[in-house]
T-cell receptor, first 116, second 112 residues
Framework: GAVVSQHPSWVICKSGTSVKIECRSL??????MFWYRQFPKQSLMLMAT?????????EQGVEKDKFLINHASLTLSTLTVTSAHPEDSSFYIC????????????FGQGTRLTVV | QKEVEQDPGPLSVPEGAIVSLNCTYS??????FMWYRQYSRKGPELLMY????GNKEDGRFTAQVDKSSKYISLFIRDSQPSDSATYLC????????????FGDGTTLTVKP
């Protein structure tokens, strides 16, 4: 099946620093990728849609200057959490559709971010 | 009120039991219904994908959708300890996979 790889699996950073998370589609091309955030015992919340070669589309309430998304190739999207604060600590997950219609998407393994 | 409601559990059953997981929703425009399994500290894994009402079976898993009642279910037969995970329901209006609305998940433990 389709594989989406996310790196790193976990990261600890200091307040005020930036952290980059990578999402790669290993065996298919993805013109679109999705970034989610998940708090403990809560559902996945879509943060933004990453579009290859163009600007990301952010959901309402998500700060685009804080969560920078770059989709530079058909297999790689990155999410950079800038000037991280402890409240940014969360589980970040990406997904990528496996077909042009975007019918279904496979998820990466997630990144646990802890800001101290 | 959330668009998708899911009992968080936790749910604990003995090995071999039949498990029933459920979600209710309020948006009648939802047409695509999914169930995901999520192990601790991992990304969700798609288990079942259903369009509109009806039943779908895949091995030990059966998904049911009742759009008239706005109610979906996932049944797991002959449950195994390896089924212990959090199960998320998700649904959306159209084919855009990124626009799914997720339930909060039900935590299931299958005891040997």
């Amino acid at each position: 099946g389709a594989v989406v790889s996310q790196h790193p699996s976990w990261v600890i950073c200091k307040s005020g620093t930036s952290v980059k998370i990578e999402c790669r589609s290993l065996d298919f091309q993805a013109t679109t990728m999705f970034w989610y955030r998940q708090f403990p015992k809560q559902s996945l919340m879509l943060m933004a849609t990453s579009n290859e070669g163009s600007k990301a589309t952010y959901e309402q309430g998500v700060e685009k200057d804080k969560f920078l998304i770059n989709h530079a190739s058909l297999t790689l999207s990155t999410l950079t959490v800038t000037s991280a604060h402890p409240e940014d600590s969360s589980f970040y997950i990406c997904s990528a559709p496996t077909d042009p219609a975007g019918t279904e998407a496979f998820f990466g393994q997630g990144t646990r971010l802890t800001v101290v | 009120q959330k668009e998708v409601e899911q009992d968080p559990g936790p749910l604990s059953v003995p090995e071999g039991a039949i498990v029933s997981l459920n979600c209710t929703y309020s948006n009648s425009a939802f047409q695509y219904f999914m169930w995901y399994r999520q192990y601790s500290r991992k990304g969700p894994e798609l288990l079942m994908y259903t369009y509109s009402s009806g039943n779908k079976e895949d091995g030990r898993f059966t998904a049911q959708v009742d759009k008239s009642s706005k109610y979906i279910s996932l049944f797991i037969r002959d449950s195994q300890p390896s089924d212990s995970a959090t199960y998320l329901c998700a649904m959306r209006r159209n084919t855009n996979a990124g626009k799914s609305t997720f339930g909060d998940g039900t935590t299931l433990t299958v005891k040997p």
